[in-house]
């Protein structure tokens, strides 16, 4: 009896450092997503590779020290069938297909057996808001740039880079506003990745996140019968202006609205049009991974609106799915965020990223989009199918 109690205590320590381990790996996936490909040999991408790990640790963790497996079917299988008409009927990108099945796939296995626990949450958004700073400082240090310009890490993607970034303000901003740390404190502690943000020249994250800042500070607001929104962020408007004039006049022209910053909003809203165009024209969608056959310009492949991109290339039952699920997660999480503290972190980076997948990225760039439905289905459906 007594060697049985010591192996079980021997479990439960082991099945919590795999637990660690394994949300260290996840929050390490989402950084190494700023750069287009890091290459492990031919094909094996590092991120893909520390997605297998974290699978391979969680299943393990689940059958091995005999807890419950939930493969979360309930999110899974209505895409799985709804992608099918689409890929009958239509050519494919069977690479993107496969990678939307993938990270639905993991993530919703990943965040229904690990991130179901509130620890692991709040452990995982440290990290996150930690590898963002890193980020801001390392950008900001080595002075790198892209071709346009643009700040860079190691010809990592600017736009993904600023989102990446994002995380750690909003992070910031929340102990602000759960009284943990002073408006001074924030704004010391932001000004770093603020400004990487800014020199990024990206304006869709930076939109995306000062509407999630005002959206945050509203629902504080409301529920401790507070008036922060009309001083806070007045403050932050004054430093992210006195922030923009250290940039020189010909970036700052682009943030304003130089002839290049107009010419790629031009784009954007005649691939919106052609979107609309194309939905009401194809019904069952013209196939994942297809739209760059209809776009007029080369270099534009996809819409820059994810909510559009599922609705044109999947059909209007994905699609209708697509925005079902995103909105109804939204919804959960905003109405657990004071019951489950967790769940406030949750809703402000699936917030964040929703907000700016509807002017940037595609479906696959956005990655935390599915880790965040991941933790819904976790914390909704919890436990649905159990392994032994």
């Not at 019968?225 to 923009?244: A, C, E, G, S, T």
Request: proline share 3%.
């Amino acid at each position: 009896m007594k060697n049985e109690t010591l192996n079980r205590k021997h479990d439960i320590r082991l099945s919590n450092l795999i637990d660690k381990l394994s949300v260290l790996l996840v929050s390490i996936f989402f950084p190494l997503n700023i750069f287009d490909k890091m290459l492990l040999g031919k094909r094996l991408t590092i991120d893909y590779l520390i997605l297998g790990i974290v699978l391979v640790l969680v299943i393990f963790n689940s059958i091995v020290l005999k807890r419950n497996l939930s493969i979360g079917l309930s999110v899974i299988l209505p895409i799985l069938i709804l992608l099918i008409p689409t890929s009958i009927i239509n050519p494919i990108d069977s690479f993107k297909l496969a990678r939307i099945i993938i990270y639905t796939f993991s993530f919703t296995l990943i965040g229904v057996n690990l991130f179901n626990i509130k620890e692991n949450i709040l452990l995982f958004m440290k990290l996150l808001a930690l590898w963002g700073f890193i980020l801001a400082l390392l950008s900001i240090g080595l002075g790198q740039k892209a071709q346009d310009n643009r700040l860079s890490l190691f010809g990592s993607n600017p736009i993904w880079l600023s989102r990446e970034i994002g995380i750690t303000v909003i992070y910031l901003y929340l102990l602000y506003l759960t009284n943990k740390i002073s408006i001074f404190q924030f704004l010391l502690f932001s000004i770093i990745p603020i400004f990487a943000m800014i020199r990024t020249l990206s304006l869709g994250p930076m939109i995306s996140l000062f509407l999630c800042l005002i959206i945050l500070t509203f629902i504080f607001d409301v529920r401790n019968k507070n008036f922060r929104l009309f001083y806070v962020i007045p403050i932050i408007i004054v430093v992210l202006i006195i922030m923009f004039r250290f940039l020189p006049k010909e970036l700052l022209s682009r943030y304003i609205g130089n002839s290049e910053s107009n010419l790629s909003r031009n784009y954007r809203m005649q691939m919106y049009v052609l979107c609309i165009n194309l939905i009401s024209k194809y019904p069952l969608g013209i196939g994942i991974g297809q739209f760059y056959r209809y776009s007029p310009y080369y270099f534009l492949t996809y819409p820059h609106n994810i909510i559009l991109e599922a609705l044109v290339e999947g059909g209007w039952l994905f699609g209708t799915y697509i925005i079902y699920t995103i909105f109804s997660s939204l919804r959960y999480f905003y109405k657990n965020i004071f019951s489950d503290y967790s769940l406030l972190y949750v809703f402000s980076i699936f917030s964040f990223s929703v907000l700016n997948s509807m002017v940037s990225g595609d479906l696959l760039s956005t990655k935390l989009i599915f880790f965040c439905l991941g933790v819904y289905c976790a914390k909704k459906y919890g436990l649905k199918i159990v392994i032994r």
